[in-house]
C-alpha cells in the first residue's frame, strides 16, 4: 500500500515537473511578442524594419534552452550554442540600431534591395541552424553515443606523476616565454605591446610552436583549479588562482586576446560542477566585461599601435560596447559575405575546408606552406574572398561547403553529439576528470580546424595527463601511492531533465 502510494506520489511529482512546460512557453511567446511590438514601434528606419523581425526571431530563439526549464544549466552545450549566436546576433543587431540603418563592414559595395534581402538571409540561416542543432540535441540520439566518451571517472591522480606533469609544462612554456619576451623588445608586465607581440610570431608562420609552447604554461594551473574546487581551501585556491592569472596575463602578451578569456571560463565551468553553480546573471555579467577587455585591449593590437600608441579607456557603456565588438569582430558580417558569394559567385566547398584536418598535426615549422596548400580553410575563407582577417564558424562552414542542406544535417549532428557529452558528464558530474575533459571539450572542440587546433593544444593534452597520472582507487591503494590531495566521491547520476 505504501508502495503504491509512493509510486503515485512520484508520478504526481513528475507530472507536476512537467505541466508547467506549456505554460512557460505560452508566457514566453507572449512576452516575444509584446517586446517585438515594443520595438517596431520605436524603428523609423525603413531598412531596419523590414529586417527586425528576423533579428528579433533568431535572438528569440535562442533563448528557448533557458525558458522551457526552470533550472537550466548555463554550461550545457545547448545554452552555450545559443550563447555564442547571441555574442554574434544582438552586437550586429546594437550597430544596424544605433546607426539607424544597415551596413555590413565586409560588403559596403552591397546596398538597397539587395542588403535588406542578405541581411534577411543570414538571419534566416541562424534561426535554421539553431532549431535543426536543437532538434539533434534533444532528439535523444545523443543519449546513445555518451558511452563512446572516455572512462576516466574514478581515477586518483598520483601525486608524484602530477608533479612530474607540472615541471615538464612548465620546462615547456618558460623558455619558450623566454625566446618570445626576447623578441617583443617590451617589459614583461607591459600589456600594451599587443600589436609588438603578435607581429613575433604572425608574420612567420614558421613561429607556430610559439603559441602551442606558451599554451603548456596554463595546463598545470587548470589541473590544480580542479583538484583545489572539490574541497576548496583558501590558501590552495589563491595559489592556484594566481598561478591562472599569471599564466592568462603572459599569455595574452602574445597579441592573443581570447585565450585567456576562453581559459577563464574553463575554470568557471569547473568550479561551477565541482564547487558551487555559477548563476546566469553572473555568466552574463562577466561576458560584458570579457567584451569591455577584449574591446579595450584590441586597440592596443591595431597594425600602428606600435608607431602611434592609443590611450584607450575602459568602457562600460553596454550600447557602445556591444557596437565596438561588433566592428572589431565582424561575426556577423563575415557570415554575410558567405551568403553572398555562395554559391551565386563562387561554388560550394564542397568539403574542401576540412582536408586541412589530413594534416593537422604536422607543424608548420616542418612545412611552412602548408598554410597555402588549403586556402578554403575556415580562417582563410573570408581573407580570400575579401582580405579580412576574419575566421567562419562552424555554422557558416556547413553553409560555405554544403549549402542549406548542410545547415539543417551538419547542426542535427553536431546537436546529437553534444547531446552525448553532455549525457557523459552527467553520469559523473563530481568527478574531476570527466568535468575538466568537459570544459575543454565544450569550449574547444568543434568541426573547424581553428577549434581542431585549439582542441590539439588543450583538451589533448589534458586528457594524456589524465591517463598518465589517475590510476583506479583500488590499485592505487594496493601500491600505497600517496593520494594527491582529498577527494569528493563520484555524485550519483541524475535524471537529465533535473540537470538541465
Known sequence: MLAAKGAGSGKEKQKRERSPVPLRLGLFVLAAAGGFALLQSQLDDL???????????????????????????????????????????????????????LSISLLPYVSGRNRIELVQTVLIGYTLGTVAYFVGYYAGLGRRIAGGFPDVAGLEWRRSRLILVSIACFGIFVPVYAIFQSRVGAGLTDITQLAAGKAVWRQDNTMSWMIRGVGFGALPPLLYIALDFQRPKLRRVLI???????????????????????????????????????????????????????????????????????????NFNATETLVEHEDDRARFAA???????????????????????????????????????????????????????????????????????GIVLGMSAWGAFQRGLYEWLLRNQKDKNVVLLYSLGVMYFAPTMIQLSAAISYLLPVYVFIVFMGKRASKLRAGKEPRARAELPAAPATETAAAE
Open 335 to 405: 557570415m554575410a559575405v558567405l551568403f553572398h558569394y555562395f554559391p551565386d559567385r563562387r561554388d560550394y566547398l564542397m568539403g574542401e575546408s576540412w582536408g586541412a584536418v589530413l594534416v593537422a598535426f604536422v607543424p608548420r615549422w616542418l612545412w611552412p606552406e602548408k598554410g597555402k596548400a588549403f586556402i578554403w580553410r575556415d580562417t582563410n575563407i573570408i581573407p580570400q574572398l575579401v582580405g579580412a582577417p576574419v575566421p567562419v564558424t562552424y555554422l557558416g562552414l556547413l553553409y560555405a561547403n554544403f549549402s542549406w542542406v
Open 47 to 101: 531598412e531596419l524594419a523590414e529586417v527586425s523581425p528576423y533579428f528579433y526571431f533568431a535572438i528569440v530563439v535562442q533563448l528557448l534552452p533557458f525558458f522551457l526549464r526552470p533550472k537550466t544549466d548555463p554550461f550545457q552545450p545547448s545554452a552555450l550554442t545559443a550563447f555564442f549566436h547571441l555574442v554574434a546576433l544582438v552586437p550586429a543587431f546594437t550597430t544596424f540600431i544605433v546607426q539607424r540603418g
Open 240 to 314: 592556484s588562482g594566481g598561478l591562472f592569472f599569471a599564466v592568462g596575463f603572459l599569455t595574452t602578451r602574445l597579441g592573443q586576446r581570447g585565450t585567456a578569456i576562453y581559459l577563464a571560463f574553463n575554470a568557471l565551468i569547473v568550479v561551477h560542477y565541482l564547487w558551487k553553480r555559477v548563476p546566469v546573471w553572473l555568466i552574463a555579467a562577466l561576458t560584458m566585461a570579457a567584451l569591455v577587455m577584449t574591446n579595450t585591449l584590441g586597440a592596443y593590437r591595431t597594425p600602428d599601435a606600435q608607431t602611434r600608441p592609443p590611450t584607450p579607456t575602459l
